[in-house]
């Protein structure tokens, strides 16, 4: 059995919620170190990430990796996946939804088992699986 992997990222940040700033870096990879801000969560993005834009890309990139995989498992291995996250933040609420849009090339599939196998991948990606408690995550499926 492989040894589980561990993943680290760390923020620094300077000053009180509203009128503070920092930085968050991808530790394990050392690929990037972005800027965060209150401003970028609340009101606009901008060129500052936010923590929904972070949770939105390992969302994106864990539910394709799931479907991808999926997909083979079907007999039907995906040419191309495309994925979005819309992960919505409302202040003072929290994360209230999820929306995982996703544009497949899949030869040999008809768009009901593509979009059924869509559905589960959802429910199976661990990413998924971690933000179970944000009610609202749904798919929207297409075959190209």
Same mark, same amino acid.
């Given at each position: 059995?492989?040894?589980? &992997?561990? @993943?680290?990222?760390?923020? $620094?940040?300077?000053?009180?919620?509203? =009128?503070?700033?920092?930085? =968050?870096?991808?530790?394990?990879?050392?690929?990037?170190?972005? /800027?965060?801000?209150?401003?970028?969560?609340?009101?606009?993005?901008?060129?500052?990430?936010?923590? *929904?834009?972070?949770?939105?890309?390992?969302?994106?990139?864990?539910? =394709?990796?799931?479907?991808?995989?999926?997909?083979?498992?079907?007999?039907?291995?995906?040419?191309?996946?495309?994925?979005?996250? /819309? +992960?919505?933040?409302?202040?003072?609420?929290?994360?209230?939804? &999820?929306?995982?849009? +996703?544009?497949?090339?899949? *030869?040999? #599939?008809?768009? *009901?088992?593509?979009?059924? &196998?869509?559905? $589960?991948?959802?429910?199976?990606?661990?990413? @998924?699986?971690?933000?179970?408690?944000?009610? /609202? #995550?749904?798919? /929207?499926?297409?075959?190209?």
């Amino acid at each position: 059995m492989p040894r589980p &992997i561990v @993943s680290k990222a760390s923020t $620094q940040w300077n000053g009180d919620l509203f =009128t503070g700033s920092g930085t =968050t870096a991808l530790e394990t990879s050392k690929a990037a170190t972005f /800027d965060v801000n209150w401003k970028a969560r609340a009101e606009e993005a901008g060129a500052t990430t936010n923590p *929904e834009e972070l949770l939105a890309a390992a969302h994106s990139t864990c539910y =394709t990796m799931q479907f991808s995989n999926m997909l083979k498992e079907n007999g039907t291995a995906p040419t191309r996946l495309e994925t979005t996250a /819309d +992960v919505t933040f409302e202040a003072g609420v929290g994360i209230t939804g &999820i929306t995982l849009v +996703v544009k497949g090339q899949v *030869e040999g #599939i008809s768009t *009901e088992d593509f979009v059924k &196998i869509a559905d $589960q991948a959802k429910d199976q990606c661990p990413v @998924s699986q971690a933000l179970a408690g944000v009610k /609202d #995550i749904t798919v /929207d499926a297409t075959l190209a």
